[in-house]
């Protein structure tokens, strides 16, 4: 019993377990275990990344509400770091409609018509800004999107966007002025029409 409250995480001990990993999957590796390293890779890069936003996103709060202010307001229009600046600028534009209208709290189905798609393909936006922010559910993506959005400079964001407004989601309207940035040409020209 006493073995099951220590902790034997040391160093070193990491150390000489990684070293076994990897002479024992030297020596077992097959060409599926080869191929799958670059796949691995790539996750592991994924999970460090979006580590890396979430523990900004705590600090960030933690900052805001302790950063020495005396009874002023913690300020929400605190300008974006690095990681979040270039999560925006490797999103495309119709991610970033699929974000603000997450955040709105729209389904698939409503965000279909409105993008010129089928609903099948906005799984596929959904999915990939999911995976952008590093999260596995839709909900947990508008929660930071929204708390990205919420201190983004709307004129950095419409730059970074490619060219869609910080506000569009909430001022759509039917014949939309920013529809030729994301409406799809070949589903969209027949849904326009009608």
Known sequence: MDN?????????????????????QSDNSTIKDQLSMPNMNESLRFDIARLEAKLDII??????QSGGRSNEPPDNTTDLNAAEMSLLR??????HVVLQLLIGGLRNLDIAPIMGIG??????HVRSVCKKFGVKTRGQAAMYGQDILGRADPEEYQRLSGGLPLDWAENLTTPDQFAPLY????????LQSV
Do not use: W
């Not at 409250?5 to 076994?20: A, F, S």
């Not at 609903?119 to 596929?124: A, M, R």
């Open 59 to 64: 600090l960030n709060h933690i900052i805001g």
């Open 4 to 24: 099951f409250y220590k902790t034997n995480l040391t160093k070193g001990l990491r150390l000489r377990k990684y070293k076994e990993a990897l002479d024992n």
């Open 119 to 124: 609903e099948n393909t906005v799984k596929l």
């Open 90 to 95: 490797n999103m495309t534009t119709k991610q």
């Open 183 to 190: 409406f799809s040409n070949t589903e969209g020209a027949r």
